[in-house]
């Protein structure tokens, strides 16, 4: 299929005569429902709280963790503000690469499109290695079957690449059901306490004082309050792919902004519930103790869900985190196939637009890119089988972090954008508003860079035992090298071929041209 786009009578191939046709995905494929599922199984609420929250209460803000959430939720929100405004005016599959090449030019947004492209290269993976890690243990436990981690991890991979290829609203069909499913599992928990007025110590209602938020966990040593509210701001980790579909969706002008403030504050509500209602139903000092053992960690949860509603709803809670991990790798490769698709659309080098570029005829789906990503995120699960490392410890953990640091930086810089867009110069004075697009996306972005202050102080308690290894070690160098050649890209186009230069994060479906 073919649009026309902001910046498609510039962009050509390599021979002058003949006109390069961008490439678009299909157009009203997904509405605000389906936008919805998609956004928020990125985020994945029950592998987020089973898999943050405990690590929140044990070693950062104990019993004050609703709190951490609380917080999170708030500077979350202005970013969000500031976010769907800008996409009010900008429609692009690379979201925060359109954003930012708009806001700050396209230098500083080739550099964040490359850095961002990878980060969703390797959630993928990441995700492929903890759904692995939980088919294996609930196979082990449930039937006594061991069955290597490889072939669940092989099995995700082809499914997603399968799911992808066909029209989004398919994904967005298989992704809504598992995300429905997980979230009434989580509510279904949390609602039983409600019901029984909490546990041992009650409501505990100071645990979503936002004050005690930065707060340590009592009685642990060595405990930093900074870690549980990193652990409570990476739990959002995709809200912001909600603008990535915008081409795809039906009135994306008013969908992709209302998606991406109901995913950011209803994901943050949610969250602070579930784990407010977690802690009171095992009691604050037990919810600590459990929260320390790795092998228990996930009582937290387990252990109110058995008291009040039986060991049946344990098991479905178990089965739910395996389907609940496979829709947030399937989201993350579905943000990762559109991201490759825009820059290779864009034509920089010939070889991209015609294939990675490319849409299904179809299905209007970014098939090549897609089936690019299935062979990287399989090549890069393969490398750590054939080095021996532990899908869990290893592979969702290190490369969850890479991710996570890349794409917060990424986040702080498209605050930024917002501001400069709306702001800077004369030509969207009109649209700028004194608090939607300059102190909210001011005080979110001031948000995020702290956020990324954390990340770095806590790397080493982040990446537990995997620590160690060489990969940890060049983590900030890979993100850096990300930013390095996209910025490298961009100033090459610009001394040497501004034609190019001038189509970098300008492909919008909008008829305005507006860049750097």
């Known amino acids: 299929m073919s649009g026309t786009f902001s910046g498609e009578l510039e962009a050509r191939l390599d021979n002058p005569a003949q006109p390069h046709q961008v490439q678009r995905l299909r157009k009203n494929a997904v509405g605000l429902m ?62 925060f690469y359109g954003f930012i090449s708009h806001g700050l030019g ?18 993928e993976a990441a995700l492929v290695g903890i759904f692995a890690f939980f088919c294996e243990d609930l196979l082990a436990s449930v039937a006594g079957v061991h069955i290597p981690w490889i072939v669940f991890a092989l099995a995700m991979l082809a499914a997603n690449g399968i799911l992808s290829y066909f029209d989004i609203s398919l994904t967005a069909k298989v992704l809504g059901l598992c995300l429905v499913l997980e979230i009434l599992m989580l509510a279904l928990m949390a609602f039983a306490v409600l019901l029984h007025g909490g546990g041992p110590q009650g409501m505990v209602v100071e645990s979503i004082n936002p004050l005690n938020a930065f707060r340590p966990a009592e009685g642990v040593v060595g405990a930093n309050a900074g870690i549980g509210l990193f652990f409570a701001f990476w739990s959002w980790v995709g809200f912001e792919s909600s603008a990535m579909y915008g081409e795809e969706s039906r009135n994306p002008k008013k969908i992709i902004p209302l998606a991406t403030l109901l995913a950011v504050i209803g994901i943050g509500v949610f969250y602070v519930f579930v784990s407010w209602m977690a802690i009171a139903g095992s009691g604050p000092a037990e919810a600590i103790r459990l929260a320390q053992d790795p ?70 789906s970014p098939h090549v890119a897609s089936t690019a990503q299935s062979l990287i995120a ?67 972005g001031i948000g995020m860079l702290y956020v990324v202050y954390l990340l770095f102080a806590n790397l080493s308690f982040a990446a537990g035992t995997a620590a160690e290894s060489l990969l940890f070690k060049l983590i900030p160098w890979i993100v850096a090298a990300s930013f390095l050649l996209g910025g490298s890209i961009a100033l090459y186009f610009r001394y040497f071929d501004r034609r190019k230069y001038h189509i970098i994060g300008s492909i919008v479906m909008d008829d305005e041209r507006q860049g750097a």
């Not at 396209?106 to 959630?123: D, E, H, P």
């Not at 399937?330 to 990675?356: D, K, P, Q, S, W």
């Not at 917002?418 to 700028?432: E, L, N």
């Open 34 to 95: 389906g936008v919805l599922f998609m956004t928020v199984a990125t985020a994945a609420p029950i592998t987020a709280m089973l898999g943050n929250v405990p690590i929140a209460i044990g070693s950062g803000n104990g019993q004050y963790a609703p709190a951490g959430y609380l917080v999170a939720t708030i500077i979350l929100a202005l970013f969000a503000i500031g976010y769907a405004q800008m996409a009010k005016y900008i429609t692009a599959t690379g979201a």
């Open 106 to 123: 396209r230098v500083v947004g080739m550099a964040s499109g490359i850095a961002v492209t990878l980060t969703y290269i390797v959630f």
């Open 295 to 364: 092998a228990k960690a996930a009582e937290v949860f387990y252990g109110p869900t058995r008291l009040y509603l039986g060991e049946w709803a344990v098991s479905l809670f178990k089965l739910l985190v395996v389907t609940g991990s496979f829709a947030c790798g399937m989201a993350f490769h579905n943000c990762a196939a559109r991201y490759i698709y825009a820059l290779g659309r864009e034509n920089l080098f010939a070889f991209l637009g015609r294939t990675v570029g490319r849409t299904h005829d179809q299905h209007g």
């Open 378 to 444: 399989t090549a890069i699960v393969v490398a750590f089988l054939v080095a021996g490392k532990d899908p869990y410890a290893d592979l969702y953990a290190l490369l969850a972090i890479l991710g996570t640091m890349g794409i917060l930086i990424v986040q702080a810089l498209c605050a930024f954008a917002v501001i400069c867009y709306f702001h800077v110069g004369t030509r969207h004075r009109a649209q700028a508003h004194w608090f939607k697009t300059f102190l909210a996306p001011l005080l979110g």
